[in-house]
Every structure is written in C-alpha cells, then in structure tokens.
C-alpha cells in the first residue's frame, strides 16, 4: 500500500483563514518536504525536516517520525497561496527515494 | 537565479516521436533525478544519477532512457515516444541521496498525440 498518505486531497479556503494538511506515514520516514506547485506549474520547496518544527511567514511544518506523520500549517490565507501541495518523504530503512504524497489542491478564495 | 533548469518548458510530439528533455544544475549536487507528475498522484521516479557517466533505474522507467554527460547536465530520452507519456516532468538535485534535501527545475509539460 501507499507509504504516504496525504489529505485532505482538496482544501478550500477563504482569504484570511487558515488550515492544516496532512501526511501520514506507514513506515518510520527520516526526513520530509514539502512543496508547493504554483500555477505555472513550477514546483517550489516549502520545508526539509529531519525532526521538529519549522516556520516561514505564514506557513509552518511540523514532523514527528515517531507517530509516522508531517502536518503543514497555512494562516492567514493570501489567492497566491492556491495551489497543489506536496509532501515527500524518505523511509528511514530500505529505499532513500523520496515517497511522494498525491497532493493537496488548495484553493483560496476572496 | 535558478540552481535547476529545465528545457524545453513546453513540447508536443506525436506518438512514435523522438524526444530529448534537458536538465542543468548549477548546485554543484553529484545526484540528479527525472520524475513524472500525473495528476491525482504525486511524484514517481524515472532514473537517477550520482555523477557523470552513470545512470539508476527508478520506479517507472519503462519507455524512458537518460544520459548524465556532465556533473551538470542530465538527460532525459524518450525515442518512441506514446501518449502514455503525456506527464509533468520534474528534474532535481542533491547533494547526496540518503535523505538529502532535493532542488527541483520548474518542469516540462510534454504531450504526445
């Protein structure tokens, strides 16, 4: 089955809002990324996280290897923000490859 | 200024066509990578590299062949090209594989009719 498990798969949200994604994992990852597709189809790194948390503006990611998952939190919601969401990931035994989430399609609207 | 480039941005061929996608890094990364991207899933890996000269195969690289000529440039080929193929084709770089944060190009949009 899917290692990386993504949700929700469509998100949408009103400008000035907020809300979380979510990977859960079923093995024990040793690191995560997540990403952002924009609109010309470019895809934008967000975070890598080996542990813990990390903030950027609006946007901050959380990752726990133990409980097998990553969130990535959005607040205060800006149009540029829509877009799709991906995390990644790295299995912490077997293959190193990169996992890839299925992607969130966020949509924020005035 | 850009680290990974991609070229062409956009290519339409027909089914049976010959195709070549070019990847640039200037990071300075031993690894490079191709993935597709369909819609509804995420990212699936086509070949991989760890320097000039050498090639690992992915989890989808059926139909794919791929060149790394230097430590720079990564290659993509597809010489029979089928509509299977239509995708999103993401390259990308790292320093090292086990774990490593990897960088990745804006993307090719490629559609075979």
């Known amino acids: 089955g899917d290692q990386v498990e993504q949700s929700p798969s469509a998100l949408s949200l009103h400008e000035g809002t907020g809300s979380a994604l979510r990977c859960n994992f079923t093995t024990t990852m040793r690191a995560v990324q997540w990403f952002r597709k924009n609109s010309r189809g470019s895809l934008i790194n967000l975070f890598y996280l080996a542990s813990g948390t990390k903030e950027n503006g609006r946007l901050k990611s959380a990752f726990d290897s133990k409980e097998r998952y990553s969130t990535l939190h959005i607040r205060d919601a800006q149009l540029e923000d829509s877009g799709t969401y991906f995390c990644a990931a790295s299995a912490s035994s077997g293959s190193w490859q990169l996992i890839f989430g299925s992607g969130t399609q966020l949509t924020v609207m005035p | 200024e850009a680290a990974v480039t991609q070229s062409p941005r956009n290519k339409v061929t027909v089914t049976g066509g010959n195709v070549t996608l070019s990847c640039r890094q200037t990071?300075?990364?031993?690894?490079m990578y191709w993935y597709r991207q369909d819609t509804g899933h995420g990212l699936r890996l086509i070949h991989y590299s760890y320097g000039a000269g050498n090639l690992q195969i992915g989890d989808v690289p059926d139909g794919y062949k791929a060149t790394r000529t230097t430590q720079e440039d990564f290659f993509l080929l597809l010489e029979l090209a089928s509509p299977s193929q239509t995708s999103l084709y993401f390259c990308?770089?790292?320093?090292?594989?086990?774990?490593?944060?990897?960088?990745f190009g804006p993307g090719t949009r490629l559609t075979v009719l």
């Open positions: 990071n300075s990364h031993n690894y």
């Open positions: 990308a770089s790292s320093a090292g594989h086990l774990y490593a944060e990897q960088f």
